[in-house]
């Protein structure tokens, strides 16, 4: 009969290891410090007005129970790296940090076009489509192989305690002088939509009993036309 020895020092630090992934999500830390090392120190600095990418595989361990597609939740997951390597390179959470502020995910909605497969490799795209006082809206994109987009996410990154557009605007001097695309003046037709969809759902449950607005719907909206105000 065989008999194995196993050292204490080892037996004490296996079971540290399963503590360890037991308690907190080891591989996304490791992953996000990786993430932000490499864009603060081996990435080429952008402007805020630029598209950052960042190259992702679909491993075992994103797949869903079918075992076919990556799993939809671990979408909103890469977003993470994506969004951190924007911030690294463009400079703008260290700006807003040095303001004393801070920033938070406000929202986001994604919609999925074609599942990506196990082991298939994909970018994520990263741009800034619009920004005011308290808020950056940024628009994410998973493009698979031959360029086709799988999915396509916007987010509401709120700014606090600061300025977002003065920090935008900090950017765009400290990088370019100012020589580079001009930033968007107005939202795009369906960013407002969407930032009316959140405004409709925040007052439904800040006053659960009270009425909500309503919207005037008795004509048909054009392709791009906006949806008239809401009629109180």
Known sequence: MWTVCVPGWAAAVVAGALLLYGSIDVAYFARMMYTVAKARYFKKKVCIM???????WCLVNDIDTLL??????????EL?????????RTGLYANIKAAGGA?????C????RRFLKPFTKFTITSKAIFWDDKTVFMEH???GPGGFV?????CRQRVIDTSAAAIAELLLQLHCGGSCKHPPEKMPPELELWV??????SARLRAPTAPLPVLDTTHTLGCGEMVPAAVE
């Open 50 to 56: 630029d598209t950052t990418e960042v190259e992702a």
């Open 68 to 77: 076919y597609h990556m799993n939809n939740a671990r979408y909103l997951r």
């Open 80 to 88: 993470d790296f994506a969004r951190a390597d924007f911030y690294e």
């Open 103 to 107: 920033v938070v995910q406000a929202a």
């Open 109 to 112: 909605t994604i919609r999925y």
């Open 141 to 143: 994109e998973f493009i």
């Open 150 to 154: 799988h999915a396509i996410a916007v």
């Open 196 to 201: 009316q969809c959140n405004e409709l759902s």
